[in-house]
Nanobody
Framework: QVHLVESGGDLVQAGGSLRLSCATSRDIFEISAMAWYRQAPGKQRDFVAHITPRGTTMFAESVKGRFTISRDDAKNTMYLQMNSLKPEDTATYYC???????WGQGTQVTVSS
């Protein structure tokens, strides 16, 4: 059974930074494009960013210039560095293997104003 294990969510003040991590198994990580999605209470789950095995990245317009996504192949881990956080970034953040039904359990990010 494949697991996606997220961590790094926290309560932070507006303007602050957080780094989320998502770890999975090597056989999944080395061939898969990985993504972050987020879901605020009462809203749909939205795309945030993705990264391919070759390192190509894509971001939602709402986070461009503030978030970066990276992957460490030695650790089978993907990261989401979030800077200049805003209250509207508050959500549960989910790790996802693109093209699959694999999702992490989510990690809560709360940004206070």
């Amino acid at each position: 059974q494949v697991h996606l294990v997220e961590s790094g969510g926290d309560l932070v003040q507006a303007g602050g930074s957080l780094r989320l991590s998502c770890a999975t198994s090597r056989d999944i990580f080395e061939i898969s494009a990985m993504a972050w999605y987020r879901q605020a209470p009462g809203k749909q789950r939205d795309f945030v960013a993705h990264i391919t095995p070759r390192g190509t990245t894509m971001f939602a317009e709402s986070v461009k210039g503030r978030f970066t996504i990276s992957r460490d192949d030695a650790k089978n881990t993907m990261y989401l560095q979030m800077n200049s956080l805003k209250p509207e970034d508050t959500a549960t953040y989910y790790c996802h293997v693109l093209g699959s039904s694999l999702w992490g359990q989510g990690t809560q990010v709360t940004v206070s104003s």
